[in-house]
């Protein structure tokens, strides 16, 4: 049996014990929707454009956040990597802001950039900055002394030495930063959009709670499920793979 079978299978399992408790669990429907009403809703939402347009809300802010977040991360990692100077301190303070949850900025975005698309943005860029600065200094520092020698014998220096050396060495461990700094940028923007306004998935997700309709609010979890798993099992995973077969990795 294939991996694919059998997460139909397993998928289909639970479809179908949601489906028989919610019609005989006694609870109202507001409390615990059916299967069947859950995906009536989604259906409607994506008909009707409600959900499409929440989805290219988060997506558009989420690309811009990110993208930030990438470079940002880059530059500190190598300057962190570069100077001991700037690991000493500024490494120093890049790993103690890992640890405060992306969530805990949004008053000081609030009292900075007020209640709008600024503070979500300025949340996604948070969320990931810090965890993909951490994975490029460990990728800049893992890159074999001998290609950087061997790189500075035939005299490749500053940006050129950057660009044929230390990136592309730097490959496979930037990836796998980028997989986990994208992961927490997605949760990020979930919870600055439930907490902020303009619209989003997040957004949405604070009108089905507060309309009391559970069935909006799971539908909108399921669509929120299918993008990061579609994110890291068909982008993220198969772009690691890739690039360690071009490494010789695996």
Same mark, same amino acid.
């Given at each position: ?46 008909? +009707?454009?409600?959900? =499409?347009?929440?989805?290219?809300? @988060?997506?558009?802010? %989420? #690309?811009? &956040?990110?993208? *930030? $977040? ?89 940006? +050129?030495?950057?660009? =044929?050396?230390?990136?592309?060495? @730097?490959?496979?461990? %930037? #990836?796998? &930063?980028?997989? *986990? $700094? ?69």
């Amino acid at each position: 049996m294939t991996t694919a079978l059998r997460r139909i299978i397993f998928i289909a399992m639970i479809a179908a014990i949601w489906e028989v408790t919610s019609r005989f669990s006694g609870l109202p429907e507001f409390m615990f929707p059916r299967l069947t009403q859950v995906l009536e809703t989604l259906f409607n939402g994506i008909v +009707h454009g409600q959900i =499409t347009a929440a989805i290219g809300k @988060s997506m558009s802010r %989420l #690309l811009i &956040g990110f993208s *930030i $977040a990438i470079i940002l991360g880059l530059i500190m990692g190598y300057l962190i990597w570069r100077f001991k100077f700037v690991e000493d301190t500024l490494g120093f303070l890049v790993t103690a802001l890992q640890s405060i949850p992306s969530i805990v900025w949004f008053p000081l975005a609030i009292v900075w950039f007020g209640l709008n698309d600024f503070s979500i943005l300025f949340i996604v860029t948070i969320g990931a900055t810090w965890t993909m600065t951490i994975s490029a200094t460990s990728g800049f520092r893992n890159v074999p002394t001998l290609y950087q020698r061997v790189a500075k014998t035939f005299g490749s220096t500053g940006l +050129h030495f950057i660009r =044929t050396v230390i990136l592309p060495a @730097s490959v496979p461990q %930037l #990836l796998s &930063g980028l997989r *986990i $700094a994208w992961a927490f940028s997605w949760r990020a923007l979930m919870a600055g959009e439930l907490l902020g306004s303009g619209g989003g998935l997040g957004q949405l997700l604070e009108t089905g709670r507060s309309l009391g309709q559970m069935d909006l609010v799971v539908s909108v979890m399921i669509i929120i499920a299918v993008i990061g798993t579609i994110m890291d099992n068909v982008v993220f995973v198969r772009l690691e793979r890739s690039v360690q077969r071009k490494w010789g990795l695996v």
